[in-house]
């Protein structure tokens, strides 16, 4: 996994997803046209279409107290996600994700970088699709759509 700063816009041929880094001190550098093509197709396969989505890489300190403010919670949290959305079958929204934290959880959950990264950003998608992880059984059914997610992004290189 490689490393860069700045703004990035992710598919040279698609405006709707974008990739900022607020105040992270690590910047992923992921496969633009890779990671839009699959959450494009993770979307389709649940009748959604994405009409703007965010990523914006932040520090486990602003994301916490984002948390905070806006969640009502105080701890660290890997994601936040915003849904922009009109209700319909479009998403719009924007992921904030601290990798600091993705590294932390990758090292405990004894997975990739990478492999944590496009869990956390599936996770914040399916959150904009109405998934949600209250309850065990919503956990479980948000696990295992991930799960299958994973699968098909991890296959396709």
């Known amino acids: ?10 598919g040279s041929s698609s ?6 880094n607020y ?15 699959w959450l ?7 009748g959604f279409d994405i009409k703007m989505l965010n990523i914006i890489w932040t520090s486990d ?7 905070s403010a806006y969640k009502d919670a105080d701890h660290y949290t890997d994601i936040l996600t ?3 959305g009109d209700g319909n079958k479009t998403l719009a929204g924007e992921l904030y994700i601290s990798p600091e934290r993705v590294i932390d959880n990758a090292r405990a959950y004894k997975q990739t970088f990478e492999r944590e990264l496009m869990r956390v950003i599936i996770h914040g998608i399916l959150h904009l699709m109405g998934y949600k992880d209250s309850t065990p059984e919503e956990k479980e059914k948000m696990r295992a759509r991930e799960n299958k997610a994973l699968e098909r992004f991890f296959s396709s290189q």
Do not use: Q
């Open 23 to 37: 105040d992270s001190p690590i910047n992923p550098e992921i496969d633009h046209d890779r990671l839009t093509k």
């Open 1 to 10: 996994m490689n490393f860069s700063t700045g703004e990035e816009e992710l």
């Open 61 to 67: 300190e602003n994301l916490r107290e984002m948390s």
């Open 40 to 46: 494009v197709e993770e979307a389709r396969e649940e």
């Open 15 to 20: 405006p709707l997803i974008k990739v900022f």
């Open 82 to 84: 915003f849904d922009l």
